[in-house]
């Protein structure tokens, strides 16, 4: 091997190390970004900063998302989820009160956050503005059940605190779309 195939080979394998120290950084700033990210977020959510810290803590896929794109997006799931969970649970206290308040917050009122959920998770990439509107209205639905509930003067702790987790899901979640650009 003659000279300049070796300095050759010794300069291309320095640009290998250093592109790949670079992208390793990028990485790791995008990371620390996200952290920033989460911190704004929930800092967004004003009185409920902790829970919100702590939502985000025990969650695997916000913890491992690496974007405001996916952690949107996992937020969403959650609060699809959480709303699905409400949903049963509170058909189940209708079946057994037959109260038009609660039948009303087991169907209307939670069919709405679920859809509001999938509308704002569906929407995320293609309409940023939409899935953020989306996000925040997934608190209609618990308001409008608090209000019905409290018109039949029925006080229940365990819907008041499901209302309030959606809620606050609605909160972060709006938060969160809020920092997606308009156009990904």
Excluded: H, W
């Amino acid at each position: 091997m003659n000279s300049s195939t070796k300095s050759f080979i010794l300069f291309s394998l320095g640009l290998v190390l250093i592109i790949a120290n670079v992208a390793q950084a990028e990485e790791k700033s995008a990371t620390l970004d996200l952290s920033k990210l989460v911190i704004k977020v929930c800092d967004a959510t004003a009185t409920e900063r902790a829970k919100c810290m702590d939502i985000m803590r025990s969650n695997p896929k916000m913890l491992s998302a690496k974007n405001i794109v996916q952690l949107s997006q996992a937020i969403l799931e959650l609060g699809i989820s959480k709303g699905k969970e409400g949903q049963k649970f509170l058909k189940e206290l209708a079946k057994k009160s037959k109260s038009p308040a609660l039948e009303q917050c087991a169907g209307f009122d939670y069919d709405g956050v679920v859809g509001s959920f999938k509308s704002a998770l569906g929407e995320i990439k293609e309409d940023p503005m939409t899935a953020n509107y989306d996000a925040k209205v997934a608190s209609d639905g618990p308001d409008t059940c608090d209000r019905g509930l409290e018109s039949e003067k029925i006080v229940n702790p365990a819907i008041t605190e499901l209302n309030k987790e959606i809620r606050l899901l609605s909160g972060i979640a709006f938060a969160a779309t809020n920092f997606i650009p308009n156009k990904i």
